[in-house]
């Protein structure tokens, strides 16, 4: 945790969110790139910035609300805000892990 804030380090909040999964294609979100960006305020909240393989991810809602229920879990976080952003556009060649990128068979 964050000495001066009491909210946990950008670190601790990726590891929240390490297990999880696409349910499509079984693979961590976050290792698919798919988490723009985490941070954490003062007040208690957490805001982040993920998008998903396609606009039209049918399982869009399940993973907002998975990554938000992980984060409410950690000590000192009182809320999260999951945006959905489209920009950049995903593309794992670029935002994956390489043992992600060894499963799709992009190396």
Not at 35 to 63: D, F, W
Not at 67 to 73: F, N, P
Not at 78 to 89: F, G, H, N, S, T
């Amino acid at each position: 945790m964050s000495e001066a804030a009491g909210m946990p380090t950008e670190d601790q909040l990726r590891a929240a969110i390490r297990p999880i999964q696409d349910p499509e294609i079984h693979l961590g979100i976050l290792d698919l790139g798919l988490i723009y960006g985490v941070q954490s305020e003062p007040n208690g909240t957490v805001r982040v910035r993920m998008t998903l393989t396609s606009p039209a991810c049918p399982v869009g809602p399940l993973l907002q609300a998975q990554v938000h229920s992980a984060l409410l879990k950690l000590p000192g976080v009182k809320e999260a805000k999951v945006e959905l952003v489209w920009d950049p556009p995903w593309d794992p060649r670029t935002m994956a892990t390489d043992d992600i990128k060894m499963e799709l068979g992009l190396l």
